[in-house]
T-cell receptor, first 114, second 115 residues
Framework: EDKVVQSPLSLVVHEGDTVTLNCSYE??????LLWYKQEKKAPTFLFML????IEKKSGRLSSILDKKELFSILNITATQTGDSAIYLC??????????????FGQGTILTVHP | DADVTQTPRNRITKTGKRIMLECSQT?????MYWYRQDPGLGLRLIYY???????NKGEISDGYSVSRQAQAKFSLSLESAIPNQTALYFC??????????????FGPGTRLLVL
């Protein structure tokens, strides 16, 4: 059974701080790892990672994957109150009837205070 | 207009009632999914469909059924609702193409309360 564990489960910081969110996984047939941001309702896509060591970057957010150690991190620099959200990590399975299925972690609740 | 829509957005019902949640998409994607979200448990997959004739159970399908009426429509039914089905339900879609299969696009969610 595929498994995704995120840490910490919640995090409170002040504006301007840098945060690192962690995601470790076990998957029978790894295809990719994805990060989503969930604010009020629907999760929105941030990154998809398939190769180790290649950083994906979007503004103040960046992410990297380590396929040997089976984890990924999501960094947010110079945090703003608008970064407050639940951050979800998911892995996609490449095997057979599971192809394309996502298994999600519990999420990290990030709260950024002014 | 939203690409993935869900109706209703909120629903309160009683134990034992039959409930249907509907999802429609205009993205032209073949694949559709139903998830539920509970605090501290992330998103858990209920059912998924890779095309109109293909329906598969997810990790928590007991107590639920689905219908893929068309490429654009995927409905989730609770035949006899129970209180522990109180949750936030999301529909999602993804493309069939190998480069975009995993990137799922989510609807706004349906908040269901079973009394």
């Amino acid at each position: 059974e595929d498994k995704v564990v995120q840490s910490p489960l919640s995090l409170v910081v002040h504006e301007g701080d840098t945060v690192t969110l962690n995601c470790s996984y076990e998957v029978t047939n790894f295809r990719s790892l994805l990060w989503y941001k969930q604010e009020k309702k629907a999760p929105t896509f941030l990154f998809m990672l398939t190769s180790s060591g290649i950083e994906k970057k979007s503004g103040r957010l960046s992410s990297i994957l380590d396929k040997k150690e089976l984890f990924s991190i999501l960094n947010i620099t110079a945090t703003q109150t608008g970064d407050s959200a639940i951050y979800l990590c998911a892995v996609a399975n490449a095997g057979g009837t599971s192809y394309g299925k996502l298994t999600f972690g519990q999420g990290t609740i990030l709260t950024v205070h002014p | 207009d939203a690409d993935v829509t869900q109706t209703p957005r909120n629903r309160i019902t009683k134990t034992g009632k039959r409930i249907m949640l509907e999802c429609s998409q205009t993205k032209g994607h073949d694949r559709m999914y139903w998830y539920r979200q509970d605090p501290g448990l992330g998103l858990r997959l209920i059912y998924y469909s890779f095309d109109v004739k293909d329906i598969n159970k997810g990790e928590i399908s007991d107590g639920y059924s689905v219908s893929r009426q068309a490429q654009a429509k995927f409905s989730l039914s609770l035949e006899s609702a129970i209180p522990n089905q109180t949750a936030l339900y999301f529909c999602a879609t993804s493309d069939r193409g190998t480069s975009g299969t995993e990137t799922q696009y989510f609807g706004p969610g349906t908040r269901l309360l079973v009394l």
